[in-house]
């Protein structure tokens, strides 16, 4: 049995994900496992929760360039036909105008999708999404700046895999409109919309039957500071990003020896072997944009996680990042990476972390001069002893090579073609 037994017929992908590590240690039999693989349930187009695509998807809405429950909406329906055909004729209509993209998106804009995401529980994809997209148009965003956008919003709601929610339940609820309306003071009015109008103008006129179990207002908040929780520390001096509306509330602090794993793929066969022990920190580094290369996404360990559950003792660092299908204490986006010597690369199995989500800190119990002395002798996998070039489990050869020498860090969204 799942944390969360989904009623029948609406498996979603984290559930999918989740049942992995619950098959693995038998908490459900081969019969549930099949049961839950073919009884995926109806959706927007995409997975039936509030994932990267999901969360990009609307905050394109948010933003203005999309019409408004176009992310939502069942993509079999009626509704999505006709939209459709509007946003088409839409677009010729604003070609010949001349209307560009950076006539609708401004940094206005921009800051209206960052506190809406922060106030729905979106994927943590967000902020390299929303970070790179400002990069590209000339306006400043890091991590930092993210994190002072969305704390100051309230979270109103969340979907699955945080929530019993799925999509569908959100578009049913009264969608985006709804969201929007809920922190309404939050965003600013005059924002363009490519549908026509201003975001002030669709609120005015936004009368839908709105669910308050599942999207609340700002004086009744899930959280009352963002979805998210940057953090702070020797382990991570440039900062890292966990999802906390996902994360139980005993999880908002723990304390535990860590376990090192130098890929995904050494991490995911020693959960596939149950090796992983209550109340450990799991690190896995060497996944960061340079390290990787491409910073791959740790969803199947974390989901495995959640299925044995673990999600409610162990927590899981990493300087790669998750999927929007992850819930539980999973930290990612740690910087420095491994690989640009940041000091994740020298924590040693059963070094203990200490990691608190409400005081924003994450920390390795080393001393400062032992710290500086691991990092002197540290060795990237795969390193030749002579020439220093990266082979082993991280290979980067021609273009991923190119990639991996330009990348720029998270704080920045991980772009490379605009520096």
């Not at 050494?266 to 090796?275: G, H, P």
Request: proline share 6%; net charge negative; charged share 25%.
């Amino acid at each position: 049995m799942l944390p969360y037994e989904a009623p029948e017929g609406t498996y979603v992908t984290p559930d999918l994900k989740e049942s992995i590590g619950a098959r693995n240690v038998d908490k459900i039999n081969e019969e549930t496992f099949t049961r839950y693989k073919e009884n995926i349930c109806f959706s927007c187009g995409t997975c039936s929760m509030y994932g990267t695509a999901n969360t990009m998807g609307v905050f394109a809405e948010v933003i203005g360039i999309c019409p408004i429950d176009s992310t939502t909406m069942l993509f079999c329906s009626g509704e999505k036909h006709r939209m459709a055909r509007t946003a088409g004729e839409r677009i010729v209509a604003l070609t010949k105008e001349g209307v560009r993209f950076r006539d609708i998106v401004t940094e206005d804009s921009l800051v209206n999708g960052l506190r809406h995401v922060a106030a729905t529980g979106g994927s943590t994809n967000a902020q390299l999404h929303i970070c790179a997209l400002a990069k590209v148009m000339g306006i400043k965003m890091d991590l930092g700046r993210f994190d002072e956008i969305q704390k100051k919003v309230p979270c109103v709601a969340k979907f699955k895999p945080s929530s019993r929610y799925n999509i569908y339940d959100y578009y049913k609820a009264g969608g985006v409109g709804a969201t929007m309306k809920a922190i309404r003071e939050h965003l600013n009015p005059d924002c363009r919309l490519a549908m026509g109008g201003t975001v002030g103008d669709f609120l005015e006129h936004f009368h839908r039957p709105v669910d308050p179990e599942v999207i609340h207002t700002c004086e009744d908040p899930l959280y009352p500071d963002g979805c998210y929780a940057v953090l702070y520390g020797n382990l991570a001096p440039g900062g890292c990003l966990v999802k906390k509306s996902g994360v139980v509330p005993e999880m908002f602090h723990h304390r535990g020896p860590a376990v090192c794993f130098d890929s995904e793929d050494d991490l995911r066969k020693a959960m596939a072997d149950k090796s992983i022990q209550p109340g450990c920190v799991l690190v896995i580094r060497y996944e960061g944009p340079k390290g990787g290369p491409g910073m791959r996404e740790m969803s199947i360990p974390a989901a495995m996680l959640v299925g044995m559950g673990l999600h409610t003792s162990v927590a899981m660092i990493t300087d790669g990042r998750y999927s929007g299908a992850t819930r539980g204490p999973c930290i990612g986006h740690v910087t420095p990476e491994a690989w640009d010597g940041g000091p994740i690369a020298a924590v040693r199995d059963g070094d203990m972390i200490e990691i608190d989500i409400d005081r924003h800190t994450i920390n390795l119990e080393v001393g400062d001069e032992e710290l500086a002395e691991r990092l002197k002798h540290v060795k990237r996998p795969g390193d030749h002893p002579a020439t220093g070039s990266a082979g082993g489990d991280h290979p980067a050869t021609g273009f991923m090579a190119a990639y991996r020498s330009i990348v720029s860090g998270v704080n920045t969204g991980c772009t490379w073609l605009y520096q």
